[in-house]
């Protein structure tokens, strides 16, 4: 006869709505900590192989349609790299699609880094991608909502919460509500910095994806001043 062996797993979560994640393996029997903003330290009683962090926070996902990472310390990881449930970068999005070489990327992410200017834009500025098929793989590949803004439009007086010279710079926009929380267009939700930006400015709030064009269209409609650098 062979027994059923518990053990303790451990990981760090980072979470788009920890408050949410947390509640969810409260209610599973782990002991939460929080590490910090979006982040904490899960520890689990596990009784078999189907019973991982990992797994438990997959299946959140999906059901709840959130973004959320899951990083098992080395010890216990199957890879010495974390295990992302969603969020990888966009470049090895883009990549993984076969819509940019590595050459295309490497030369990409050196102009970012020179000019301080967001990889999507040198991607669309020097014609390696277009603006809808970055939007749409973007939206694909990360599960999350496609603002077409030339149909759908936006409130402007939600997309007031956020400053227009910020809007521009991080190319995000808040187009309105839904089910009680803003929703901002993103050209680029793999970038941490800009949601970050976004939520000093709005405060927790619901990820689409948007063309990168039609998100600065909107901005100058707002402020024609936006997008002039200086002053």
């Known amino acids: 006869m062979s027994e059923t062996i518990s053990a303790t797993e451990c990981a760090t979560i980072s979470a788009l ?3 949410a994640v947390r509640d969810y393996f409260l209610r599973l029997g782990a002991a939460v900590t929080v590490l910090g903003p979006g982040d904490m330290r899960v520890e689990l009683p596990t009784s ?5 962090i990992a797994d438990h926070l997959r299946a959140w996902v999906a059901a709840n349609g959130h973004t959320a ?7 216990l990881a199957q890879a010495p790299a974390p295990f992302f449930v969603e969020r990888p970068r966009l470049g090895d999005l883009l990549l993984r699609r076969g819509l940019l070489t590595q050459e295309q990327l490497e030369d990409a992410l050196a102009d970012s880094r020179a000019g301080n200017e967001l990889l999507g834009r040198v991607l669309i500025r020097r014609r390696f991608i277009f603006d809808d098929e970055l939007a749409r793989t973007l939206a694909d590949q990360l599960d999350l909502p496609y603002v077409n803004l030339r149909v759908t439009g936006f409130d402007r007086s939600v997309a007031a919460m ?8 991080i190319a995000a926009l808040p187009v309105g509500m839904l089910g009680g929380r803003i929703r901002v267009a993103f050209a680029d939700p793999t970038d941490e910095t800009a949601k970050e930006v976004a939520r000093a400015h709005v405060g927790n709030f619901t990820l689409a994806v948007g063309e990168l064009s039609e998100i600065e269209l909107a901005w100058r409609s707002l402020d024609p001043t936006c997008g002039l650098t200086g002053g």
């Not at 078999?48 to 991982?52: F, I, L, M, Q, S």
């Not at 956020?162 to 710079?169: A, K, N, Q, V, Y």
């Open 17 to 19: 709505d920890p408050g």
């Open 48 to 52: 078999g192989p189907d019973e991982t």
């Open 69 to 75: 990472s899951v990083q098992l310390p080395p010890p």
């Open 162 to 169: 956020l400053p227009s010279r910020e809007g521009m710079r």
